[in-house]
């Protein structure tokens, strides 16, 4: 009776054994990226140990270019035509009184890359696809989140500590593809970040997706781990219909571009400030938790 017993727990003991290496295994896979489905209008979620409370003293470094929008076939060659956008936005995250600006901090590759858009967006991983349902008639809008390196988040909690900071929010400029959504019986739209959409022209394709300049970001505690990531749209460009009969999507041209710091303004909001100027205090708001920080109409 007693070796039944022993066997027994022995045998438990080995499951439970297993099953904790099962889950170290999981959660060592989901360490190296999650992705996930997004509702409609949602562009944000917590990841690991979450903050659930506003973010105190955090630390802002400069917004980057894209990565994978270097290396595209569209936009490989066109950063300079990205780089006034981002000088912009440099400066004016200097003038945010909630945080601290570092201008160059010392961050090895590797940081986290975070994509936002539709699943059967260009720029979409790999993962993307798994969230697309057998019952969706359009692919869903995901995030993806790639896990920073060991370097980068080892520098990045050194700066933290230097800094006297709890939190680090990191920026990207980025393009990606967002579906278009139903207004009303006949009209169309797009939801383009917090409290922001737009409508579409009537005569488009409704499967196909427009091309949007966005800001991606991170929220990054002291130990260099992301704890909350998301994204806000900029702008959004269709592809003429007659265009979309052959299958042939619209890149954002270089005069997209210049009207970003020039003519581009968010008129449902007072002032009509600047769309990428809403969108960076959004996403710097947003990732930290500070809700009475928010522009929206």
């Known amino acids: 009776m007693a070796a039944t017993k022993f066997a027994n727990g022995a045998r438990a003991a080995v499951v439970l054994a297993l099953a904790s290496l099962a889950g170290c295994a999981a959660l060592d896979e989901m360490s190296v990226a999650q992705t996930q489905r997004l509702d409609e209008g949602e562009f944000y979620a917590d990841l690991g140990n979450a903050v659930h409370q506003p973010a105190g003293s955090t630390v802002l470094v400069p917004v980057a270019l894209d990565p994978e929008l270097v290396t595209s076939l569209g936009y490989g060659q066109r950063a300079g035509e990205f780089a006034p956008i981002v000088a912009a936005m440099n400066q004016a995250l200097q003038a945010m009184a909630c945080c601290r600006y570092v201008a160059s901090p010392t961050l090895p590759s590797g940081a986290p890359w975070v994509y936002v858009g539709s699943a059967a967006g260009e720029f979409a991983p790999a993962e993307a696809g798994e969230q697309v349902l057998p019952h969706d008639q359009f692919a869903p809008m995901v995030l993806h989140v790639s896990k920073p390196s060991a370097a980068w988040s080892q520098a990045m909690a050194a700066l933290l500590a230097r800094e006297g900071a709890p939190y680090a929010v990191v920026a ?126």
């Open 172 to 297: 990207t400029l980025a393009v990606s593809q967002y579906p278009k959504g139903r207004e009303g019986v006949f009209g169309k739209k797009v939801v383009l970040g917090t409290g922001y959409e737009e409508r579409i022209e009537f005569l488009t394709a409704e499967d196909k997706l427009l091309e949007v300049l966005q800001l991606t970001g991170v929220l990054v505690d002291v130990q260099g781990r992301v704890v909350r990531a998301g994204a806000e749209g900029i702008l959004a460009r269709d592809t003429p219909f007659a265009a979309q009969v052959f299958d042939v999507g619209k890149l954002l041209d270089d005069r997209t571009l210049e009207r970003v710091l020039t003519k581009e303004r968010r008129k449902d909001l007072p002032g009509e400030p600047p769309k990428w100027e809403v969108a960076l205090g959004n996403l710097v708001a947003q990732l930290r938790g500070d809700r009475a920080a928010l522009r929206v109409p």
